[in-house]
DNA sequence: GGGCACA
DNA sequence: TGTGCCCAACGCAAA
DNA sequence: TTTGCG
């Protein structure tokens, strides 16, 4: 594939960060993100002109698409998906600051190989209320026989990713999930939430497994956010969660370089913790 | 970000 | 040679 | 049936 990169200099934060230094970025974590994201349709959020430019979300390929770039056809639209650092680096020329990926993968789209756990606070929550919510799900998980892995979202709160034995259909999972979600509620209903409407979101931590539905997708782990600070989803520690000294933006392309290792350690070994779904689904009989 | 139709 | 336009869309629950 | 929500 013939990779062109171009507008290097295009200022993208208003605080100085060009295009370049967000290809740079990605280039830098090339080997970290690439086995997580390999072979899943990717929804395009792009921003040719930055953060404070106008954006527009992308799924059909681009009509100038390199001809040899991977894609996939489901339900009318071709997807694209990337296998080398030259399809991740195309991906970000194109303006795509965040990174959305489908939790299955090629050829399997239905066939979902991770389970999303969104938690978000309401305004005014402590950050401290998302880490308590979240060494709930974790619990939950380990009773049902899986592993979660924690990352910031980048934003305000707090991912959750639990790889899984891909098998069990989309529709399926998701409706195992939200009696998992609506189970932890009432283990913390001052604290917890499924509703829908923000009003009704006051003082707690939205727990969203709508994010799971096929054709969805969350920032993905590594993503940059297009936010002020440029803020990144990076790996955190349980400990960490735990001792509850975490700042859910703390991670950003400014300092990301001394955390890499950290990183590598905690999620490098995700998919071989992937475990069966099976007791998640026995929730459902 | 870039191709396209148009003016 | 310049300008505008396009680029997603599913499921749930409350109203 | 439409609307808010992500």
Redesign the pocket.
């Given at each position: 594939m013939n990779l062109?990169?171009?507008?290097?200099d295009?200022p993208?934060w208003p605080e100085g960060i060009t295009?370049g230094d967000l290809l740079a970025y990605y280039q830098a974590m090339a080997s970290a993100l690439l086995p997580l994201l390999c072979q899943r349709p990717l929804?395009?959020?792009?921003?040719?002109?930055?953060i404070e430019g106008?954006y527009?979300?992308?799924?059909?390929a681009?009509?100038?698409t390199p001809p040899d770039f991977p894609r996939v056809h489901w339900?009318?639209?071709d997807y694209l998906y990337v296998k080398t650092v030259e399809h991740l680096l195309w991906i970000i020329?194109?303006?795509a600051i965040e990174i959305h990926a489908w939790p299955s993968r090629v050829p399997r789209l239905d066939q979902p190989d991770i389970l999303l756990f969104?938690l978000?606070p309401a305004p005014g929550v402590p950050f401290s209320q998302v880490c308590q919510a979240a060494l709930l799900v974790k619990a939950a998980l380990e009773k049902l026989g899986l592993v979660g892995f924690v990352k910031t979202s980048g934003s305000r709160g707090l991912h959750i990713f639990v790889p899984i034995q891909p098998g069990p259909a989309s529709?399926q999972l998701?409706?195992a999930l939200?009696l998992l979600c609506q189970t932890l509620v009432q283990v913390w209903p001052t604290g917890l939430t499924?509703?829908?409407?923000?009003?009704?979101?006051q003082g707690k931590v939205?727990l969203?497994y709508?994010?799971n539905?096929?054709?969805?997708?969350?920032a993905w782990v590594y993503s940059v956010r297009p936010l002020p600070g440029a803020p990144l989803s990076w790996p955190v520690s349980w400990d960490e969660v735990e001792a509850g000294n975490l700042n859910p933006q703390q991670f950003t392309l400014h300092n990301y370089l001394q955390y890499i290792p950290q990183a590598r350690q905690l999620w490098g070994d995700f998919f071989q913790q992937a475990r069966s779904a099976a007791g998640l689904l026995a929730l459902l009989s």
């Open positions: 062109q990169l171009t507008n290097l295009k993208f295009k929804v395009l959020k792009r921003y040719p002109d930055g106008e527009f979300y992308q799924k059909q681009p009509p100038h339900h009318g639209i020329n194109t303006g969104d978000d529709g998701r409706r939200a499924t509703e829908f409407s923000k009003s009704k979101r939205y969203d709508l994010q539905t096929t054709g969805k997708s969350t």
